[in-house]
């Protein structure tokens, strides 16, 4: 297993791409729960070039009903990205505030995290602009956004 920069470049094409329409490869999700996690997973995805097809702990699409928790799950991706020693994408919690490019951001209330943003610019006074589905959205501020609680997680790399 080898370790390779993460494409954020290509997460932000992803997301630019997909960001108002529903890439036909993959379900949309939005009337069963929403669709945040399945795009958020997409444009990982786009930069990362690999699934990890570990049963119940991985981080995988096949389909539908063939995919892993952490695929369409906020909690889920979170443990996969901050916890993966095997293939795929990697990272760990990160303070909003040092968030790049291609990094994660999850919005929470009172009960626990809901929704799963994908950072696709950040200017220079800080402020974090995003890309999301089940609202759909590309180049949105975070200072838009209501919620109760945040958190950030960054992508270090990738094991292949």
Not at 142 to 151: G, K, V
Request: proline share 4%; aromatic share 16%; net charge negative.
């Amino acid at each position: 297993m080898k370790t390779e920069m993460y494409d954020r470049i290509s997460v932000k094409a992803y997301a630019k791409r997909w960001a108002f329409e529903r890439n036909p490869n993959y379900y949309c999700f939005d009337d069963i729960g929403g669709d945040c996690t399945n795009f958020a997973s997409q444009c990982v995805y786009a930069g990362s070039g690999i699934m990890n097809f570990t049963p119940e702990t991985g981080w995988y699409y096949r389909s539908a009903n063939n995919r892993a928790p952490a695929w369409t799950g906020v909690e889920e991706f979170y443990d996969f990205l901050t916890a993966n020693e095997g293939y795929g994408p990697f990272g760990h919690a990160a303070p909003v505030e040092t968030l790049e490019i291609g990094d994660l951001v999850q919005l929470g209330n009172r009960s626990g995290f809901y929704h799963c943003l994908i950072v696709v610019d950040k200017h220079e006074d800080g402020e974090l602009y995003l890309a999301a589905h089940t609202i759909d959205a590309y180049n949105r501020p975070l200072s838009t956004y209501s919620y109760w609680q945040i958190r950030g997680i960054h992508i270090l790399a990738v094991r292949k």
